[in-house]
């Protein structure tokens, strides 16, 4: 087995398995945001925090 097709090997995965993790964390922020506005929970008070730097 080459250099070339441990490369090859290696990238496959990361095309593979990046889209996998971005859509993981997308998934969680948007479950986040749907409880949050839709659900009437409170947010965590490090986002309350954040929320009045930006007003």
Known sequence: MS???LGVYA???IL??????????????MI???REHD????PSPEE???R????
């Not at 659900?39 to 409170?42: A, I, P, T, V, Y």
């Not at 009045?52 to 007003?55: A, M, P």
């Open 16 to 29: 593979v398995i990046g889209p996998v993790i971005v859509f993981t964390i997308y998934l969680r922020e």
């Open 39 to 42: 659900l009437g929970s409170k």
């Open 52 to 55: 009045g730097k930006e007003r």
């Open 11 to 13: 990238a496959g995965a």
């Open 3 to 5: 250099g070339w097709n």
């Open 32 to 34: 986040r945001r749907i």
């Open 48 to 50: 309350e925090g954040s």
